[in-house]
């Protein structure tokens, strides 16, 4: 038999559509959908190959039970039962909140929706968190302070026409690639192109201007940029005066900025500021786009806060091309933190806390909810090494692998008494589990994911699931044995999901079936918005807020005389599970690498492939050296996709008092020569 299964990528925030080829229950090939709003008909080299990993021979397919450090497979009844004992137990020993879920951006949306249910209404707690976490959560909690909602305003069919993009700390040709080719459409229109990375990524090539600013420096950079804005007068008074507050504190904040006091701190010439900051100023339509080198810091919230300052200075937000562009990173990361799978919000970003908000889910779920916020990943983390945290249910997450520094982690996971991890292969997290329980990837699922440009889209079942369930089923199936009956149905899972949470309200699986909607949906006939804060902010009047240089928490020194920052390549995703599982992604860039700049690696005495040690206050690995100047002096940078050569050894877990996320991008490191 053979059929055409139309469904949403896996991989990034983007949302590219295709179809699954299937024939006789195997799935042979990827075909693009030429109709589908986000991809139309492109897609990137994972994207082509989204199906090999799927029935890969290493995929698991029963659940293990770890008796004596060792996994035995056993059945799905007493895998099963076994979890569901062990989590009463430990809840009627300890109490709800010594218990946490990770939910997982792989996942679908009802799925997650599951999850956060799970936690709340059938554990108890309001420990539930995701890998947000590790990556836009300072998006979140920035932009909610300065607008009132914490997604991307506007959407990506505004960029091929934009006079001017800013993109810093984003790298869409490797990790969004298919925005990247609107970028690169946006350019051939002629469109002003400014970058603004430690490292040369390819988008600079083809830049108006490229800024090599130092890792860790940004909020120098952007405030310099309004301070010369101001100066020029350049900024949109009416804008300033009709839809913002809070001005004159931020005037006050970006005085000692000045382009040349800036430089010092950014390593950039004064000039290509003042360049950067008129030609952002004086477009008609600019707009930022950013990611993870401006999150993943510790003044990740305010390296955020900083950009929609520069935005509402400019007028650059709050109507059609123009606006903030956080390259959301996984496939349903906006749909994980729209669900609610955070440890202070239900579905909807409603507050945990909210009496009002509480009484409503109590009532639909019939029971009594917990009151406190939560634990964020990062103290999930702390709370078991202090032994405070007794068990963790993990869905779709090898923090192992992902999360900073990877000792640490490792002791915190081996401190609990029970760990549970749903996985599709055995993780490093996996291992250090007492039971795996099997899920199921993408292909064999009905569902939603979210992109980027918040965009609720379908994903379709091609094969039935290879362990049989698939993860929405399995927490179903633990909850009924914990006394909880949920809905299975995914279409009315999202029903439900709509029915309480009101920027989803007019969602459905029917209103969905052929290019999906953007949220906010507030009704049933409400065709979606491509474009937040128009007229008004969601806040209300947009809030300057102002923000200071602060370097990060480690700096180079003596003994660790460099920055090490951390990224992403175009053929590998994250953890490698699925991306090192497909030989034609393998075949580039193998092995793990370390980028040092010609003149330390001459200074060092090393030429490109030679093995080099890295070594932080962390820990240390041994890879080979690519001597290149994408970076300049003083700055190495690491991809963090191998398994066996694990970069995160390295990275530093100092995070954001805020958002609470890791400084994966600066820390201090050293090298030595083998
Ligand atoms: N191919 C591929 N695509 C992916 C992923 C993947 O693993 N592989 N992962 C997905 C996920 S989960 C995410 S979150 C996104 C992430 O997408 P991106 O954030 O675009 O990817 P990164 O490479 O982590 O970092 C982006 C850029 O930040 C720069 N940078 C580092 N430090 C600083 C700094 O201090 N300031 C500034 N301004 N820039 C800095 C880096 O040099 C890099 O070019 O990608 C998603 N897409
Ligand atoms: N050094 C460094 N480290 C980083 C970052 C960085 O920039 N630098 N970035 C951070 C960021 S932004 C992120 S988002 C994290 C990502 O960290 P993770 O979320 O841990 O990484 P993924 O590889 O996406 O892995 C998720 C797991 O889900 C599994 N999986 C996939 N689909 C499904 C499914 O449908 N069901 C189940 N049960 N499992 C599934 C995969 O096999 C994989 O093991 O990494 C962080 N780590
Ligand atoms: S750009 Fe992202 S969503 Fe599109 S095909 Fe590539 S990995 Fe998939
Ligand atoms: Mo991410």
Not at 300 to 310: C, D, E, F
Not at 577 to 592: A, G, K
Request: contains cysteine.
């Amino acid at each position: 038999m053979m059929k055409k299964v139309l469904t949403t990528c896996p991989y990034c925030g983007v949302g590219c559509n295709f179809y699954l080829d299937v024939r006789d229950e195997r799935i042979v090939g990827v075909i693009p959908a030429k109709s589908n709003p986000v991809s139309k008909g492109y897609l990137c080299v994972k994207g082509w190959h989204a199906h090999e990993p799927v029935q890969h021979p290493d995929r698991l397919k029963k659940p293990l039970l770890k008796e004596n450090g060792r996994f035995k497979e056993v059945s799905w009844d007493t895998a099963l039962d076994y979890v569901a004992k062990r989590l009463k137990g430990i809840k009627d020993k300890y109490g709800p909140d010594s218990l946490a879920v990770c939910a997982s951006a792989r996942c679908t949306n009802e799925e997650n929706y599951l999850m956060m249910k799970f936690a709340r209404a059938v554990l108890g707690t309001n420990n539930v968190d995701h890998c947000a976490r590790t990556c836009h959560a300072a998006t979140v909690s920035g932009l909610n302070q300065s607008f009132g909602s914490g997604a991307s305003t506007n959407s990506y069919d505004e960029l091929p026409y934009m006079d001017c993009i800013l993109i810093i700390g984003s790298n869409p040709t490797e990790a969004h690639p298919i925005v990247g080719w609107r970028v690169r459409t946006a350019i051939d229109n002629g469109a002003k192109v400014i970058v603004c990375d430690p490292r040369r990524i390819l988008p600079a090539e083809s830049a108006e201007l490229y800024i090599q600013q130092y890792p860790g420096t940004d909020i120098a950079l952007i405030n310099a940029m309004i301070n010369f804005i101001l100066k020029e007068n350049l900024h949109d008074k009416e804008f300033i005066e009709k839809r913002t507050e809070g001005f004159d504190e931020l005037r006050q904040a970006v005085s000692d900025y000045t382009p040349e006091s800036a430089a010092e701190i950014t390593g950039v010439e004064p000039e290509a500021i003042k360049k950067a900051a008129r030609i952002y100023a004086s477009s008609k339509k600019a707009c930022i786009m950013y990611s993870l080198g401006m999150t993943e810091h510790t003044v990740g919230t305010n390296n955020i806060i900083s950009m929609a300052n520069l935005a509402m200075v400019t007028g650059h937000v709050g109507k059609e091309f123009s606006g903030l562009y956080p390259m959301r990173g996984q496939n349903n990361v906006q749909g994980a933190c729209d669900m609610g799978a955070l440890p202070n919000v239900f579905s909807g970003y409603q507050s945990v806390t909210d009496g009002e908000v509480r009484k409503k889910f109590e009532s639909a779920w019939g029971v009594k909810l917990p009151e406190a916020a939560g634990l964020t990943l990062t103290d999930m983390m702390f709370k078991a090494i202090e032994g405070k945290l007794k068990c963790f249910y993990i869905i779709g997450e090898d923090q192992v692998r992902t999360d900073p520094d990877t000792h640490m982690i490792e002791r915190a996971l081996k401190s609990l008494e029970f760990l549970v991890v749903h996985e599709i292969f055995l993780t490093e997290t996996a291992k250090l589990a007492d039971v795996v329980l099997p899920g199921a990837s993408y292909a064999e699922k009905e569902g939603t994911f979210t992109c980027a440009e918040r965009r609720f889209q379908r994903v379709r079942r091609a094969i039935e699931p290879i362990s049989g369930k698939t993860d929405g089923d399995i927490i179903i199936e633990v909850s009924k044995r914990l006394g909880y009956e949920m809905e299975s149905e995914p279409s009315k899972i999202c029903d439900e999901m709509a029915s309480l949470s009101p920027i989803y309200s007019g969602v459905s699986f029917e209103r969905i079936e052929e290019s999906g909607l953007q949220w906010p949906v507030p009704a049933k006939d409400h065709p979606g918005t491509p474009v937040v804060h128009l007229g008004q902010f969601r806040r209300g009047l947009g809030k300057f807020i102002p923000v200071t240089h602060k370097p990060p928490a480690e700096v180079p020194d003596r003994e660790y005389p460099f920055i090490l920052s951390t990224g992403r390549l175009l053929f590998h995703y994250n953890t490698g599970t699925m991306t090192t599982r497909v030989s034609n992604l393998l075949r580039e860039f193998p092995r793990n690498f370390v980028e040092i700049n010609p003149d330390d690696a001459k200074a060092i005495g090393i030429r490109s492939n030679a093995k080099v040690k890295v070594v932080t206050r962390r820990g240390e690995l041994v890879v080979s050296a690519q001597v290149t100047d994408k970076v300049k002096r003083r700055v190495i940078w690491m991809p963090f996709h191998y398994s066996n050569e694990p970069t995160n050894v390295l990275t530093n877990s100092a995070f954001d008092p805020v958002c609470r996320t890791g400084e994966y991008k600066a820390c201090a490191a050293k090298i030595e020569k083998i």
